[in-house]
């Protein structure tokens, strides 16, 4: 049973900094791609970055040159890197994995809320 565990999220206000883990584990098979998502209250859930095991990334606009996705394959851990945080960064951020044959699974969530 695929499980991702989540980690990092907290309180930090505005151009500050917080590192989101997420580790997947319980599949042989291989990983296709990692990402992040996030869900403000009464918006929608939206992409915030994501990243292929070669290593290609892609981001959302809004956090283009403060967010930094990175991946680790040997332990199956997807990072994110988030500096200058903005108020409007506040929501539940969601890891997402993609396996070769199978997925996408989610995290359960971390919140990250960023005061003004």
């Known amino acids: 049973q695929v499980q991702l565990v989540e980690s990092g999220g907290g309180l930090v206000q505005a151009g500050g900094s917080l590192r989101l883990s997420c580790a997947a584990s319980?599949?042989?098979?291989?990983?296709?791609?990692m990402g992040w998502y996030r869900q403000a209250p009464g918006n929608q859930r939206e992409l915030v970055a994501t990243?292929?095991?070669?290593?290609?990334?892609n981001y959302a606009d809004s956090v283009k040159g403060r967010f930094s996705i990175s991946r680790d394959n040997a332990k199956n851990t997807v990072y994110l890197q988030m500096n200058s945080l903005k108020p409007e960064d506040t929501a539940v951020y969601y890891c997402?994995?993609?396996?070769?044959?199978?997925?996408?699974?989610w995290g359960q969530g971390t919140q990250v809320t960023v005061s003004s």
């Open positions: 319980g599949s042989f098979f291989r990983i296709n791609s």
């Open positions: 990243i292929t095991t070669a290593g290609s990334t």
């Open positions: 997402q994995v993609t396996y070769v044959t199978r997925g996408p699974y």
